[in-house]
Nanobody
């Protein structure tokens, strides 16, 4: 089994910063893409940022220039540095990862979600 555990959420004022972390643990033989999603009340879950195993990144237009995704492969951890936060960034943030869960030669992959961490930006 694999678990993703997020941390770092909280309450911050407009213009402030937070750093989210998501650590994967369990039966892990590699992690492909790692992503951050968010879901605000009454809205659909949306992709915020993603990073490949090789370090290629992509961002939602709404966070470009303010958020930075990174990962530490040795720690099976992905980070989301969030700067210049706005009230519209308020949401539950979820980590998502494609995990290689077996040492088999064909490297089977399964997708996992974390439990989410609340980010609230006050105006």
């Amino acid at each position: 089994q694999v678990q993703l555990v997020e941390s770092g959420g909280g309450l911050v004022q407009t213009g402030g910063s937070l750093r989210l972390s998501c650590a994967a643990s369990g039966s892990i033989f590699g992690i492909n893409t790692m992503e951050w999603y968010r879901q605000a009340p009454g809205k659909q879950r949306e992709l915020v940022a993603g990073i490949s195993s090789g370090g290629n990144t992509n961002y939602a237009d709404s966070v470009k220039g303010r958020f930075t995704i990174s990962r530490d492969n040795a720690k099976n951890t992905v980070y989301l540095q969030m700067n210049s936060l706005k009230p519209e960034d308020t949401a539950v943030y979820y980590c998502n990862a494609d995990v290689v869960y077996s040492a088999s030669w064909f490297r089977p992959v399964r997708n996992y979600w974390g439990q989410g961490t609340q980010v609230t930006v006050s105006s």
